[in-house]
């Protein structure tokens, strides 16, 4: 998973971000450049009001501006993404570490011969016999 964003991303990156950030300047402007005192002029605080809403719309603005010429993705990864790399890197660990001894060929609960049945990645089993579950990984006692 790269960070590279495609050029459809990049296009469609800078549309938002302009707009965005056009949107945002715009008022930033037109908040700050009106002389103080003078008539129709806003209050200090109806500027600074403004002003923290304006910013997100900068910062959004920034952000799509600088993935249309960088072509970085400033996106985080999505929850899904995020949990399927961790789900990957459970398994490769799992994957790679060896049991040692023999696997459990028994029921522990009832003793009958374990047979063919499916055993999971993790070892368990459930006995074709008391549908008891159990794992073939566990030492004997």
Do not use: Y
Request: aromatic share 10%; hydrophobic share 40%.
């Amino acid at each position: 998973m790269s960070n590279r964003a495609s050029i459809n991303e990049r296009i469609v990156a800078g549309i938002i971000g302009a707009t965005f950030g056009g949107i945002g300047l715009t008022v930033l402007i037109s908040m700050w450049a009106m002389p103080f005192h003078s008539f129709h002029s806003p209050p200090l605080f109806f500027r600074f009001f403004a002003s923290f809403i304006a910013l997100p719309f900068v910062a959004l603005g920034g952000a799509g501006l600088f993935t249309l010429f960088t072509g970085i993705s400033t996106a985080p990864k999505s929850s899904v993404e995020k949990m399927q790399n961790s789900m990957q890197t459970m398994m490769s660990k799992h994957v790679k570490t060896t049991r040692t001894g023999s696997l459990r060929q028994v029921c522990p609960n009832c003793g009958a011969p374990r047979g063919e049945v499916e055993v999971s990645p993790s070892g368990d089993v459930k006995c074709p016999h008391c549908k008891a579950w159990f794992n073939v990984f566990e030492e004997s006692q």
